[in-house]
């Protein structure tokens, strides 16, 4: 996983790298141009050195041709062989020699050869001497360097902290819009530049979403309210028929279903509502929800999906204190997907719901699913293998919304023996 650092801490780093490498480049280009220069002018002086002792022996041999910090040997051509053999072959110029004193130490010289009027004059000087001046230099700089490369990190955290405070300022008032539950204007609270920038965009961006949001808000209040309307119509209408004196047996059964179609339109038409709004509601004030009742309320408006099948519908409540602190249509529209599903997949055999230890679990004996698949069944529009080649759709993913909005967690998974599914939700 690529790890992510804070835009702060990137400035900081990246300057405090730029000043550093920056004085390390100066140091080396220094220390060469030190060492260029130096040997050039070591290297011109002795050659005019050993020029003009050459003159000075050829117009009067008497003088001396050393001083006191050059050493000099003039000599003719005859008497060469008193001087050192590796001497002898040298051409005019000047040479680097090296050589090995007493206490075993090595000595580096540069040695001035000029052959003129029948001489050659031989001027040496002692180069070591400038290796102490050389590593003292050297010493300083590398002070130079880390001292340079600390002030560099020191200024590249006063910068970064004065660069981005618009910008954690900007963030620090986006996140206040959760506290007061609306959007403010940002650009009156920065400068014109770029951060200032970003604030209006971000204004014009939260203008159109708030505008977006409100037309949503007002669609799904005139659409629920002139849905549950007709459904309160529905409801009022059935009822009255079901007091009727003559009315049949028949008859009466079907004002049921009408009567169970009608209050469970008006659960998913209050659910939805609640999702398009993000909206968590709870119960009344110090009442909750049971779980096992809502269960057996579902339980009973689905059993005519039964259609004379050979199957089974079992209720088992381990704990009849679990509930909840939610509408009890919210936890009856994900009921009635989970339980409708394992009807409608199960052809034969039992659907056994459990309520119990916090949770309640739909059990069923059909076709069972994948493992691989249990997951993508509640994302929209993904239909599951089963009765008739069709599926849940839309249901289980209300059914994945409604419970995140709730904090619960739903869960499919195949059975132990793989002959069917079991769906959960663990209330938290």
Known sequence: MRSRRKLRFRLIVSFALFGFGLSVLFAVAALNIRVKVEDQLVTASLQQDVDQAVEQVHKDPSKPAGSELIEAWMRSERTLYNMPLAWQALDSGVHDIYETAEDGTTHHYKLAVRRKYGLIGFIRYDVSRDDLGKQQLLISVIGAVFLFGLLSLVLGLWLSRKVLKPVTELANRLRDFRKVGKAEPLAPYFADDEVGELAHALD?????????????????SDVSHELRTP????????????????????LSERLKRIERASRQATELIEALLLLSRAERRGPTRGETTEVGKVAADVIESQRPQVRGKPLMIELVVQDEAVSVNAPASVLSVALTNLIGNAIKYTLEGTVRVEVGDGRIEVIDTGPGIKPEDAERLFQRGVRGEGAGGSGAGLGLAIVRRLCELYGWDVSMRPRDDGNGAVACIKFS
Not at 212 to 219: G, P, S, W
Not at 234 to 247: C, K, N, R, V, W
């Open 204 to 220: 014009e961006y939260s203008a159109r979403l708030t505008a977006m949001v409100e037309r949503d808000r007002e669609f799904n």
């Open 231 to 250: 459904l309160a119509v529905i409801a009022s209408t059935t009822e009255l028929l079901q007091g009727s004196p003559d009315l049949t047996e028949k």
